[in-house]
C-alpha cells in the first residue's frame, strides 16, 4: 500500500527521489558531527538515537523518522525548503534526492 499511497494523503508537487550520494555544501544549526565538504548518502529510514526503536537492538524503525509520505515537509519547522515562484514544492520521504541541492534531517544522513 505504501507506494500505491493508499490510506495516506500525498503532498504535490513534490521532488522524488530517496537514492544518492552527496557532499555535504552546510549544515543547519546544532549540528556537529558533519561539515562542509563531508561525502555522505542521504537515508529515507533515519535514526533519531534518541526513541525507544533507536535505542533497541531489535528495531531500526525510527519513530521520528521512518517513512513518512504524508510529511513534505522538514520537522523543526513543518516547512518546506523548497520552492518555485514562492510556492512549496514538498519533500519525499525525507530525501528529495532527484535534485541538484536537497535539505535533509541530521538523522537521514550518513557519513
Known amino acids: 500500500f505504501f507506494w500505491e499511497a493508499k490510506g495516506q494523503n500525498p503532498l504535490f508537487p513534490r521532488i522524488l527521489g530517496h537514492e544518492a550520494g552527496g557532499i555535504v555544501e552546510s549544515v543547519g544549526e546544532g549540528v556537529t558531527d558533519l561539515k562542509a565538504g563531508d561525502h555522505v548518502l542521504p537515508v529515507f529510514t533515519g535514526e533519531c538515537k534518541e526513541c525507544r ?27 518546506s525548503r523548497f520552492s518555485i515562484k514562492g510556492k512549496p514544492i514538498f519533500h519525499f520521504v525525507g530525501t528529495s534526492t532527484f535534485s541538484e541541492y536537497t535539505v535533509v534531517h541530521r538523522g537521514c544522513v550518513v557519513k
Open 53 to 79: 526503536h533507536c535505542k533497541s537492538e531489535e528495531s531500526n524503525l525510527c519513530e521520528l523518522l521512518r517513512i513518512n509520505t504524508d510529511r513534505g515537509v522538514m520537522l523543526s519547522d513543518g516547512k
